[in-house]
């Protein structure tokens, strides 16, 4: 008996840019007695029906846009006698989907990190349930991934879960319902641990993949603080110095070390932050501008960004701190017209963010806007064939339009074309090539490029462009180019390097109170011997 863990992909380019980390998650929490899982990343290979046998257990991890490639992976297993479980954020939202499109004979909702050992112990036993509830676990529940189980030579970044959930509500995100908005923080040490396992390996680049890596604003603090909410203001504290220890530590690593994490724009006010994500090598951050105008702001709960030259000064100052941001923009709200393109790359250029994603609005089951969407839909539902728009995640690829919700003054056309030409504006050879002077060499310089161009053109596969001989075409192309950055990325294994010795006194989350820079436990690197 085999355990397998797919990560479904219709698209396969042999190299992956970030490790998909629930892989290497979920590979910690099976119990010894099932030996070594089987890892299937179908972003680099697709599966091979041939390695499943009957009795062997495969769980398949969905969210939305690769759902039904996950649910043909699980009829291809359950068809040759295997058990199918499913897990995810899609599964989780739509757990008896994926019992009936996926035949699945289990789903897991939720976290995965306790409830998987069960499940497996249970398909073991020849009874699993169908619905296991993996809830939230709490933040010193994470397990660290199996980083042996993985192959170096295949990925760019690993990722590092540092905190889930996220105290915002946007209405195009589902973090905040299925994460929760209590942040759910992992303590510095096991990430730390981590992280110096991945350095062992020659990992060098690391994402955090955090939903918010900045959980307490200043604002949040001050408002706890007027309104004498004193558990509060301990509550927020103690997340906020757990925040700083972990960066006091991830500055002590070594210093090749590069991360990169997800960030509300609020950390632009806070210098103190931002300071300590330069010195922990934080180099970077998605930062979600979302819109540009206030309306668009408004009309997707956002509207503590800022607009305007009040928006560009604020990405400026990460940039003066020495954090490069990605912004991420999205295109297709409904207060968007024809000059909000040109105003937004515009504006992406003035604030001299170093990366740019220019999203088109995809509403996700679990957010507001689904929501709404679906209400709407309930009236006058619109079908593709025999499937309504509002499970459009059935829909075969071939045939799914690009988009889903009617803009009331642009075509999906009109939407699409301007936002390709928005791509094409930002990522011209002339405005890379300027961009690219923030490196600190030649080399780098031409890594700086070769990564743009392959950012850009992996997205030309993911909806934007339709037409298959340009998909054909740019999913060849980013083959080689992630084939190449690849090489960019790789670093001498350092095996020798151990982690730190944590010095006992490790201060509850209770306890702690944040006084500008973080006192108490600090971790010392011990290089051992080479022999
Ligand atoms: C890091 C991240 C990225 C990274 C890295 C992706 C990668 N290669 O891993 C980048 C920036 C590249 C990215 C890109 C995108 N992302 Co993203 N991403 C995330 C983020 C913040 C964390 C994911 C992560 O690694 N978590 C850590 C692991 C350990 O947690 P996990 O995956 O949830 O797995 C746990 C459980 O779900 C469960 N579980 C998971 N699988 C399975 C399987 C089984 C069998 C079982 C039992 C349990 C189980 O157990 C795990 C451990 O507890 C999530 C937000 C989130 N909270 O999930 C969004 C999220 C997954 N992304 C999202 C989206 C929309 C995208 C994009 C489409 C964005 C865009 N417009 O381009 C792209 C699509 C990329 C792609 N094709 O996959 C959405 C998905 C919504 C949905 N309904 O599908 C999320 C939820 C964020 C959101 N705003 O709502 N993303
Ligand atoms: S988009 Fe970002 S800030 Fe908004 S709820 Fe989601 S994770 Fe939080």
Request: with cysteine; net charge positive.
């Amino acid at each position: 008996m085999s355990v397998h863990l797919v990560n479904p992909s219709d698209n396969s380019f042999g190299t992956g840019v970030i490790t998909p980390r629930w892989l290497f998650v979920l590979a910690a929490a099976t119990p010894q007695v099932a030996g070594d899982p089987i890892l299937v990343d179908e972003s680099l290979e697709q599966i091979e029906p041939e390695t499943i046998h009957a009795g062997d257990i495969v769980g398949i991890s969905v969210h939305t846009g690769n759902a039904l490639r996950g649910y043909a992976v699980g009829k291809m297993a359950r068809s040759r006698g295997a058990w199918v479980v499913y897990g995810g954020i899609h599964a989780t939202l739509f757990p008896e989907e994926a019992l009936e499109r996926g035949e699945a004979h289990a789903v897991v909702k939720g976290d995965g990190d306790v409830a998987w050992g069960k499940v497996v112990r249970d398909c073991m036993a020849g009874n699993p349930v169908r619905i296991y509830e993996g809830g939230r676990i709490e933040g010193d529940q994470f397990l660290a991934a199996r980083w042996d189980l993985m192959n170096p030579e295949k990925y760019m970044w690993a990722s590092v879960q540092t905190i889930r959930g996220c105290p915002k509500h946007c209405s195009f995100c589902s973090v905040w319902r299925t994460d929760g908005q209590k942040p759910r923080q992992r303590k510095f040490q096991s990430v730390i641990d981590e992280i110096v396992s991945l350095r062992r390996l020659g990992f060098r680049f690391v994402a955090l993949a955090d939903d918010n890596f900045y959980p307490v604003t200043l604002t949040d603090l001050r408002l706890a603080r007027e309104q004498n909410n004193t558990a509060k203001v301990e509550e927020l504290t103690a997340i906020r110095q757990e925040r700083f220890q972990l960066m006091e530590e991830l500055a002590k690593l070594p210093k090749d070390m590069v991360f990169f994490t997800q960030i509300t724009m609020e950390a632009g006010e806070d210098g103190d932050y931002l300071d300590a994500m330069r010195r922990a090598n934080i180099k970077g951050a998605l930062v979600g501008v979302e819109a540009v105008t206030p309306e668009g702001l408004k009309a997707v709960f956002k509207d503590w960004n800022y607009s305007g030259e009040a928006l560009a000064k604020q990405l400026q100052t990460f940039k003066q701190h020495g954090v490069h941001v990605l912004g991420s923009f999205i295109f297709g709200l409904p207060t968007d017209k024809p000059a909000t393109f040109d105003a937004t790359v515009a504006m992406a250029l003035k604030a001299g963010v170093t990366f740019a994603q220019f999203v088109m609005m995809t509403p996700f089951p679990g957010t507001v806007d689904f929501r709404r969407w679906e209400k709407e839909q309930a009236k006058d539902p619109t079908m593709v064939g025999d499937v309504p728009i509002t499970r459009y995640w059935l829909i075969p690829t071939e045939v799914r339009p690009k988009m889903f919700t009617p803009h009331p003054t642009m075509s999906s056309d009109e939407i699409r074309e301007r936002t390709q030409k928005v791509w094409d504006r930002f990522y011209n050879w002339s405005a890379i090539w300027q961009r690219s002077a923030c490196t600190p060499n030649f080399s780098a310089r031409i890594a700086f490029i070769f990564l743009s161009k392959l950012y850009r053109q992996m997205y030309a596969g993911t909806g934007i462009s339709t037409d298959s001989a340009r998909r054909k075409k740019s999913k060849r192309w980013a083959r080689w180019t992630a084939k190449q950055c690849k090489r960019l990325f790789q670093a001498k294994p350092m095996p020798e390097l151990a982690s730190p010795k944590w010095e006992i006194g490790i201060p509850s989350l209770g306890q702690a109170a944040y006084q500008g820079s973080v006192g108490g436990v600090a971790g010392t690197f011990v290089v051992l011997p080479k022999d």
